[in-house]
């Protein structure tokens, strides 16, 4: 492994090393507005929400590394304590991204990016109305966390009041991950959508009180085929489950009893594996009872 000592490389390279490895990050579309009443609108992936109750958001407007200035958002939140923080779809992406160049303060980024600002119902900025959530707040702290090019000045957002579009809930009336259709920021110019085939629920019972690897049989803990996230949702169990004997009438565990015997647990654990990856806990322990 590399050891990296953060004070002996220069700003810009230890920036990349900790966004390409820290992510994927939501992003706060931030929606400001001067004293003068000029809107400002830009995107921060240093961002997250950080408690319920009072809800609070937080996001940073980090010092520029090369002029070690600050930017309109900042100024805007110093001098009016608002904000509106607007999420960011795979519908408005690329206008996100046009928003990110630095035009000067007296430029509507609304207007360049082609994004309808909204009034607000507390708070003086303008929503955005393509975000599907938009999160009127009001800031509660700014706390500087250095002098230099690169630094942070992390905004503390109490939420005031939400904006939600419709479409973006599911029957049960909770957010659906592939309606809100989310965007997430990594490094350098690469995005992740947080939808389709890549969003799958993980059930873990925080209730119950799992085994833990540590218990686990020493053939299955010490499998060639199981990985480590497989050994975890075996180990989630309360107790290791007693045989059934049902998967014994099943076609693949029989053609693996059927092989040759120091190919047997092979053939079962890649079994088992694959009953894992499909979430079904249940009938991997079986299979690996037999």
């Given at each position: 492994?590399?050891?990296?000592?953060?004070?002996?490389?220069?700003?810009?390279?230890?920036?990349?090393?900790?966004?390409?490895?820290?992510?994927?990050?939501?992003?706060?579309?931030?929606?400001?507005?001067?004293?003068?009443?000029?809107?400002?609108?830009?995107?921060?992936?240093?961002?997250?929400?950080?408690?319920?109750?009072?809800?609070?958001?937080?996001?940073?407007?980090?010092?520029?590394?090369?002029?070690?200035?600050?930017?309109?958002?900042?100024?805007?939140?110093?001098?009016?304590?608002?904000?509106?923080?607007n999420?960011?779809?795979?519908?408005?992406?690329?206008?996100?991204?046009?928003?990110?160049?630095?035009?000067?303060?007296d430029?509507?980024?609304?207007?360049?990016?082609?994004?309808?600002?909204?009034?607000?119902?507390?708070?003086?900025?303008?929503?955005?109305?393509?975000?599907?959530?938009?999160?009127?707040?009001?800031?509660?702290?700014?706390?500087?966390?250095?002098?230099?090019?690169?630094?942070?000045?992390?905004?503390?957002c109490?939420?005031?009041?939400?904006?939600?579009?419709?479409?973006?809930?599911?029957?049960?009336?909770?957010?659906?991950?592939?309606?809100?259709?989310?965007?997430?920021?990594?490094?350098?110019?690469?995005?992740?959508?947080?939808?389709?085939?890549?969003?799958?629920?993980?059930?873990?019972?925080?209730?119950?009180?799992?085994?833990?690897?540590?218990?686990?049989?020493?053939?299955?803990?010490?499998s060639?085929?199981?990985?480590?996230?497989?050994?975890?949702?075996?180990?989630s169990?309360?107790?290791i489950?007693?045989?059934d004997?049902?998967?014994?009438?099943?076609?693949?565990?029989?053609?693996?009893?059927?092989?040759?015997s120091n190919?047997?647990?092979?053939?079962?654990?890649?079994?088992?594996?694959?009953?894992l990856?499909?979430?079904?806990?249940?009938?991997?322990?079986?299979?690996?009872?037999?």
């Open positions: 492994m590399q050891t990296i000592t953060p004070s002996e490389l220069p700003v810009p390279e230890l920036h990349q090393l900790l966004v390409g490895s820290i992510g994927p990050r939501p992003i706060c579309f931030a929606s400001t507005i001067s004293e003068a009443g000029q809107p400002n609108l830009a995107p921060y992936s240093f961002f997250n929400v950080f408690s319920s109750n009072p809800p609070t958001m937080i996001f940073s407007s980090n010092r520029r590394v090369r002029t070690n200035t600050t930017k309109d958002t900042l100024h805007n939140v110093e001098a009016t304590r608002e904000v509106v923080i999420v960011v779809n795979h519908a408005i992406v690329h206008q996100m991204a046009l928003t990110s160049v630095e035009y000067p303060s430029v509507d980024e609304f207007a360049k990016a082609g994004l309808t600002p909204i009034a607000s119902d507390i708070v003086k900025p303008f929503r955005v109305k393509e975000s599907p959530v938009q999160y009127e707040c009001t800031v509660k702290e700014i706390l500087a966390l250095g002098e230099h090019g690169g630094a942070g000045n992390l905004i503390i109490e939420v005031v009041k939400i904006h939600m579009h419709e479409d973006i809930f599911d029957d049960f009336g909770k957010i659906d991950p592939h309606k809100i259709d989310l965007m997430g920021r990594l490094g350098r110019a690469f995005y992740c959508r947080a939808s389709g085939s890549n969003v799958y629920p993980i059930v873990q019972d925080v209730k119950t009180l799992g085994i833990g690897v540590e218990n686990l049989p020493e053939e299955i803990r010490t060639r085929v199981l990985t480590g996230n497989n050994l975890a949702q075996l180990a169990v309360a107790e489950p007693v045989s004997n049902s998967a014994r009438t099943d076609p693949r565990v029989i053609n693996a009893l059927s092989s040759p190919k047997r647990s092979f053939h079962l654990h890649n079994y088992a594996k694959a009953l990856e499909s979430g079904d806990v249940k009938r991997a322990w079986q299979v690996l009872l037999v």
